[in-house]
């Protein structure tokens, strides 16, 4: 069973970075496809993010192209997200998420396209 923790959100002013963890515990990491969602307050879960299997694909949102970027360590079975520039719209609840089973070299921006996911972790961007 693989387990999806994430951590690092928090307060910062705007301009200021961040970078998210992601821990997966439970079967293998190495090969999954894995992404980064964020919900705000009274809005709709949105795509942020995604990284293929072992890293070698990238995909980003718009809205995040240019200041954040993904990555991942399969050796320590860990994703992150590098957030630079922040701004107060990009308050939310930060999900990573994984799409098990999966050993193919594509990344994914639909939510529904990934079945694991953890916790979440508040990062809030003050102006």
């Known amino acids: 069973q693989v387990q999806l923790v994430e951590s690092g959100g928090g307060l910062v002013q705007a301009g200021g970075s961040l970078r998210l963890s992601c821990v997966a515990s439970?079967?293998?990491?190495?090969?999954?496809?894995m992404g980064w969602f964020r919900q705000a307050p009274g809005k709709e879960r949105e795509f942020v993010a995604a990284?293929?299997?072992?890293?070698?694909?990238?995909y980003y949102a718009d809205s995040v192209k240019g200041r954040f970027t993904i990555s991942r360590d399969n050796a320590k079975n860990t994703m992150y997200v590098q957030m630079n520039s922040l701004k107060p719209e990009d308050t939310a609840v930060y999900y990573c998420?994984?799409?098990?089973?999966?050993?193919?070299?594509?990344?994914?921006?639909?939510?529904?396209?990934?079945?694991?996911w953890g916790q979440g972790t508040q990062v809030t961007v003050s102006s």
């Open positions: 439970g079967r293998a990491f190495n090969f999954y496809p």
């Open positions: 990284i293929s299997g072992r890293g070698a694909g990238t």
């Open positions: 998420a994984a799409r098990l089973g999966d050993y193919s070299a594509r990344t994914y921006n639909m939510d529904y396209e990934y079945d694991k």
